[in-house]
């Protein structure tokens, strides 16, 4: 897993599929930077939020259980560990089971994980393991979700198997599926429509690059925005949604 937002914070952090070697950027919407609202009663993102690597939602793929294409990006990742991860780090996590929302239209998995070197991580073998050990964080988990674009103004997401979480078995499967459709993408046999492949590991793909020449692309990218950025000081403040 890769971990664009670590937990309790705001900033709408993802995968810049767009841009050469896919770095990691804050989302900008409408010419500004993009927060996630604190929908009561919670802080920001309620887990280190992030993606798999090498997957890909093919939203020329219309999925056979949801019914919905796919939204074009990596497969998400929410990794219920105790440790606080920090942007860009890259983990090794066991798969416990997954969601499958709808977002605006398009199908929205998001894996259930923990980190494998979390000291609990032996406990953690399912989905149901972290509804018996972590009571009411799967609920959460679907309130957020449900509820977090409301703030800006759009309607509650939706979710396929009445928002049910599926087993892990179900998990590997999309995810093993959605491997495919990278493969099929980094190999040039899908068009990506301005999706950059550049690449530094992929045999046979023809998007892959020397690594010096990559490493002349990172080393010309702006350093990264931390302590320096100016958060906007409505971030913190609650958001009360009643619901209908």
């Known amino acids: 897993m890769v971990v664009e937002v670590p937990r309790w914070s705001n900033a709408k952090m993802e995968i810049a599929t767009k841009d050469p070697l896919n770095p990691i950027k804050q989302d900008v919407k409408k010419g500004k930077l993009r927060y996630v609202a604190n929908v ?11 993606a798999i690597p090498q997957t890909w939602e093919d939203p020329g793929h219309n999925d056979e259980h949801t019914g919905c294409c796919g939204d074009n990006d990596p497969i998400d990742v929410c990794e219920i560990g105790s440790k606080v991860c920090a942007r860009g780090e890259i983990i090794r996590v066991k ?5 499958a929302m709808i ?9 259930i994980a923990i980190n494998v070197d979390d000291p609990d991580a032996a406990n953690y073998n399912g989905i149901n393991d972290v509804k018996r050990l972590k009571p009411g964080y ?7 979700f449900r509820r977090y674009k409301v703030p800006d103004g759009k309607p509650e997401n939706q979710f396929s198997f009445n928002a049910e979480f599926k087993d892990k078995d179900f998990a590997t499967d999309v995810i093993k599926s959605t491997h495919d459709y990278w493969r099929a993408l980094v190999t040039k046999k899908t068009d990506g429509k301005g999706i ?10 023809p998007y892959k690059c ?5 490493k002349a692309i990172v080393d010309a990218l702006p350093p990264p925005c931390e302590s320096a950025c100016t958060i906007p000081a409505d971030v913190d403040k609650w ?3 009643q619901k209908n």
């Open 95 to 99: 798969v416990l089971g997954i969601l």
């Open 196 to 205: 950059s492949c550049m690449n530094t590991t992929v045999s046979g793909s």
């Open 210 to 214: 020397d690594p010096d020449a990559a």
């Open 40 to 50: 009561f009663p919670y802080k920001g993102y309620i887990w280190n939020y992030g």
């Open 103 to 111: 977002d605006e239209g398009e199908t929205d998995w998001k894996v």
């Open 138 to 144: 799967l609920e959460a988990t679907v309130d957020w």
């Open 239 to 241: 958001f009360h949604h």
